[in-house]
């Protein structure tokens, strides 16, 4: 199993180029099933996640391919097509509930394996198949899958009006591709309106999907009967600029984040603000940037994770990490996922101060971090340990990064770039 061995006090310098966004990405991929078509993707990131996906449709029959340096892949999902996502693949990646909407939608059935059990939270699927049921398929959940299926004599799904009890946002993705091609119209109150939805949005309607509203929580679908294919390029990953973002503000240095959109991480700079990072963005003819510096020690801040445009929850694990090393103590509250305090011992074993109640902990800051072996639990979690070995004392060698591998692209590649002292050993 591969390892990082971090040796800690480097500041940072120089630029990193972001890239397309896992979360974006994936659910792009399965929109591919939505036609026979070949659908071409640009700017997909270099991820075991993605590679999971792929091997995923790949089992159901699509071709892939991929092209050029800058994350070109393609996909062409033309019949036959087997409906079915295996609890093998599905079990590794729960993003692969993500296929069920596209796939019942065009075929008229699926089955798709249920995840099971996740690091972060129970993490259900009821609302996808509430949300499936309302359009009218038949889902019956047997020997650990979804079966799903449309009635005797109906060839499409219809229209409904989904109102989730909560804002999901895969879900909201499966409703948006299983709706594009429905008969009639669909509402989606409350919807997630983080910036991959409207992303996938724009990537279905130049598939010839009608679509208005992405971006708010209502979103209109008018049901076409056939979509076509397109070139779609992948929006880029706020988590991965923000974590970048964190673990300057931590270190202190100067970075420049290139192809990064600040608005969509609007809540997490308003943060490294008020710490006293000092931080611009803007676009210039390369596209968009964040430069972010940092000097000296920063003030710790409390915050609470809800939807977007709130505080990611995906973010909560690197900006403790910069808590722990902060002046001041600051209350941090999770509010998405029951069980995403993983990384806490793993950081009070660098020597952070942490208490945590529920769904609160309490960081109290200190002057330094000392380095240790610490464990890796799940993708946010590692990247907040690898931002905590930065900034500690001596080595630091956090175990299992194939979490890491999961989610950040080349991450320490990037990392050392821009001045860090990180190694991958076996
Ligand atoms: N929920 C239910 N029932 C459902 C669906 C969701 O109870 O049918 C609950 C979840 O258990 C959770 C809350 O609703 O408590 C929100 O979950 P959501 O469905 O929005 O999460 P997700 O779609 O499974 C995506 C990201 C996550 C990210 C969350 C929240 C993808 C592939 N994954 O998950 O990303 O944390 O939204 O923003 O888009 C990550 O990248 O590290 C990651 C975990």
Redesign the pocket.
Known sequence: MDKLRITGGRTLKGEVTISGA??AA??EMCAALLTDEPVRLLNVPRLH?VATMRRLLNNMGVKTETHGERGGMSFQAADPIQPEAPYELVKTM??S??ALGPLLARFGHAKVSLPGGCA???????????GLQAMGAEIVVEHGYMVARLPQGRSRLHGARIA??????????NFLMAAALAEGETLLENA?Q?P?IPDLCEMLIAMGAKIEGHGTSRIHIQGVERLHGCTHQVVADR?EAGTFLCAVAATGGDVVLRHANAHHLDAVIDKLLEAGAEIEAGAEAAGAFIRIRSTGRLKAQSFRTT??PGF???MQAQFMALNCIAEGTAKVTET???NRFMHVNELVRLGARIQTDGKVAVVEGIDRLSGATVMAT???ASASLVIAGLVAEGQTVVDRIYHLDR?YDQMEEKLRGIGADIVRFK
Request: glycine share 6%.
């Open positions: 896992k979360n994936l659910p996640d729960r993003a509930v993500l972060i939270g129970s993490r259900p699927v009821d609302q996808h198949i509430k989730t009890d909560m804002v999901t946002v895969t879900g909201t993705e997630a983080e991959e988590i939807e977007y990611p929850t995906d998405i996922f029951e799940d993708l946010r989610g």
